[in-house]
């Protein structure tokens, strides 16, 4: 029998479900650097417009105690709605089922906070009523200590969730450098989130390729004087 976790993450095999990347939710994070998360998150969110992804957005309690989905969140999807929620449980919500039922993809990638609980509830009734299969992002997601993520991964792993990261998820769907449609747009994007390994795109363009600095401006840079 076929195992569907065999099969690479493709921009037509899946689907992304952010949750709950609210302020006061991100407050409680201990598990990684709070900016670290945000960063990757908001580089998720780039990576699925890149390759249209469907994307799902779902908050709990906005306005009496979570804040706002992150602003460089919501303008990576200008006009997209966010499906308030009461329950810690986004799978309790209907707009959220139908919304991942509409998208008709089993392979649902999900980035949230916290791990622990959000994440943990949601994939295990996904996967046990919704018959879907679960990707979930490690560093896009944050829990309460480190230990509380960790337990939550092994827990949704060993119900048959896959761990992810970002860029794995950002690079499985890029797949081929020949895929020109997408290169540059995932190069930008390398620069701009993914650290050192966009530090090492930067420096091979601008010091082995001779390219332009990715400054918005020239820099004149002064030659060395020694003091006298």
């Not at 952010?18 to 006061?24: M, R, V």
């Not at 295990?124 to 230990?147: F, P, W």
Request: charged content about 20%.
């Amino acid at each position: 029998m076929s195992n569907p976790k065999l099969e690479v993450l493709t921009p037509q095999n899946s689907q992304l479900i952010i949750i709950d990347h609210q302020p006061q939710m991100a407050f409680g994070v201990q598990s990684m650097d709070r900016q670290a998360l945000k960063n990757n998150v908001v580089g998720l969110a780039k990576a699925a417009k890149i390759f249209n992804i469907p994307t799902t957005i779902t908050t709990v309690e906005s306005e009496s105690f979570s804040g706002y989905t992150y602003p460089e969140v919501l303008d990576v999807f200008p006009g997209a709605k966010t499906l308030e929620r009461t329950s810690m449980n986004s799978w309790d919500d209907q707009k959220v089922r139908d919304a991942l039922k509409a998208n008709g993809r089993k392979k649902v990638i999900v980035a949230g906070l916290w791990t622990e609980v959000c994440n943990t509830t949601f994939a295990l009734c996904a996967m046990l009523e919704g018959d879907y299969e679960i990707y979930m992002v490690g560093d896009a997601s944050g829990g309460t200590s480190k230990e509380a993520h960790d337990f939550a991964m092994q827990r949704m792993v060993q119900a048959g969730a896959v761990p992810v990261t970002w860029l794995q998820v950002l690079l499985e769907w890029q797949r081929d450098w020949a895929h020109r449609d997408t290169y540059d747009a995932v190069m930008k994007l390398v620069k701009e989130h993914a650290g050192a390994y966009g530090m090492g795109v930067d420096y091979a363009y601008t010091m082995v390729h001779k390219a332009a600095q990715r400054t918005s401006d020239t820099h004149e840079s002064l030659a060395p004087v020694p003091a006298r």
